[in-house]
């Protein structure tokens, strides 16, 4: 009986057991086949709200670049404005930087050219030649240029003093010139001839001899390294022809012997000179002897504060993006007056100078002082006078104004006697100074002591051609 009873007891636990057993798998198949549905939900949610973000992000990634486009074609219409100038204006500062390089003795003994002074450029005036010749080891060259200037000119004289209004046409300056290097790199020579006005003659004649930058010498007719206007090349003045002072106490050409360099690397310049002092006598150019046995002797020094200063030219049409100045005094003993020599008077003449030139602008300005001594014991004349005169390009290597205002007092002792000039002036270059068109309108006063003051008026019309 016991062991029925635990017969039955036993098959009634394992009956319990199974049920247990298949209850609780039934639940962990229900569980893993229901988290699969909830996990697919919340995934779906969480992608849902992502793509939210991403769009969001992409809408304003979308406005930001907007922006930037808009800024990248404001800054780029800005460049295309300015990208001619800039691209002129580096240019022209690599062509300075190149000048500069060239004219240190670095430069000079890489290009083997022996002696430390030597610069590459054999002939000082070459810039005025269209064609050169050189031989093959370059001890030997030949230069040769043409300049032609065609001008019109209307006077409006005052007809108070018995002269008539007049017209003219004429070649104002028709010059050959030939120069070049002989015998190796440092000895040169220059001559030129002129046709001004139809009347042929000879212009400079000269050899120079260049071994160092601060020592050279010049030997032969040549101008007088008197004042800066005078020496500036009438193919590159700012005006067509010089001011009224500058004219009357130049010293203009002679026959004589000049020292003269450029130390301390352009930042000086001096001349040296001794000349005949009898001038030209256009009628008879022969005729020039030095009558009373007294030579004339000049001294110049002058300083450009902030390097090298072109004076030669005039006008700024290199356009210096770096402030440029120059000033320099002049004195010459046994002057001429007017290219004439003072017989038998001790005479001095002297001027002092201020230039300068930044981009595009250009102002300079002299002042001369002149004593005339006779040795017969006459009374002395004293006489001065100066000039100011300015230029602009208002479009740049194109189109310059100018004008200028110059006074000359021929005795100092005398009132009422005083000469003035008032000249404006335009100018237009088609290919630089070798192509250019010059107009100007100028008036002149010239007081008669207690009587009315001569006025004039002239217009003027120019083209210069250089080849």
């Known amino acids: ?65 907007q922006v930037i486009r808009e800024r990248l074609d404001a800054v780029s219409a800005e460049a295309r404005v300015t990208e001619d100038y800039q691209s002129a204006a ?14 240190t003795d670095e430069a000079r003994k890489e290009m083997e050219l ?33 300049r032609l200037q065609f001008r019109y000119t209307f006077k409006d004289n005052d007809e108070d003093f018995g002269k008539r209004d007049t017209n003219n046409m004429d070649v104002r300056r028709a010059r050959l010139s030939f120069g070049g290097n002989v015998y190796g790199k440092l000895m040169h020579y220059y001559v030129e001839f002129d046709g001004d006005s139809f009347d042929v003659g000879i212009r400079d004649f000269y050899v120079y001899w ?46 004589g012997f000049d020292i003269y360099g450029k130390p301390f690397h352009g930042y000086m310049e001096y001349h040296a000179a001794i000349f005949n002092g009898a001038g030209e006598n256009p009628e008879d150019r022969g005729t020039n002897d030095n009558l009373d046995n007294e030579l004339m002797y000049v001294l110049n020094l002058r300083y450009n504060p902030f390097g090298k200063y072109d004076y030669v030219d005039e006008t700024d049409l290199k356009y210096c993006d770096k402030f440029k100045a120059s000033i320099a005094g002049s004195v010459v003993f046994n002057a001429k ?32 002082v002149m004593s005339e001594d006779p040795e017969d014991g006459g009374d002395t004349l004293n006489s001065d006078g100066f000039f ?36 404006a002036g335009v100018n237009y270059y088609f290919r630089g100074h070798r192509s250019k068109i010059q107009a100007d309108v100028g008036h002149f006063v010239t007081e008669q002591g207690d009587e009315d003051d001569k006025n004039e008026n002239r217009v003027r019309v120019q083209y210069q051609i250089v080849f």
């Open 210 to 255: 260049t071994p160092f930058a601060e020592l050279n010498t010049k030997l032969g007719y040549f101008k007088v390294p008197f004042n800066q206007q005078r020496i500036s090349s009438s193919a590159k003045l700012l005006l067509q022809d010089r001011a009224i002072a500058s004219e009357a106490f130049d010293q203009d050409r002679d026959y």
């Open 388 to 423: 100011t005169q300015a230029g602009y390009f208002i479009l740049r290597d194109r189109v310059e104004v100018a004008a200028r205002y110059s006074m000359l007092d021929p005795d100092n002792d005398v009132s009422n006697d005083l000469e003035k000039e008032y000249t």
């Open 90 to 103: 580096a240019k022209e500062e690599i062509k300075h930087a190149v000048n500069d390089y060239l004219s």
């Open 337 to 368: 007056k007017e290219d004439e020599k003072l017989e038998d008077t001790d005479s001095i003449a002297g001027v002092g100078e201020l230039s300068m030139k930044y981009r595009g602008f250009t102002w300079h300005n002299e002042y001369f």
């Open 114 to 146: 022996r002696m430390p002074g030597v610069t590459a450029l054999y002939t000082p005036d070459e810039d005025k030649y269209s064609i050169v010749f050189r031989s093959a080891d370059d001890k030997y060259s030949l230069g040769i240029g043409g």
């Open 1 to 65: 009986m016991r062991s029925k009873w635990c017969k039955y007891v036993l098959s009634l636990a394992i009956i319990i057991c199974s049920m247990y057993v298949s209850n609780t798998w039934h639940s962990v198949y229900a569980q893993q086949a229901a988290q699969p549905a909830e996990e697919s939900s919340s995934d779906l949610e969480d992608l849902k709200w992502q793509l939210g973000v991403m769009e969001e992000s992409a809408a304003k990634q979308q406005e930001q670049i």
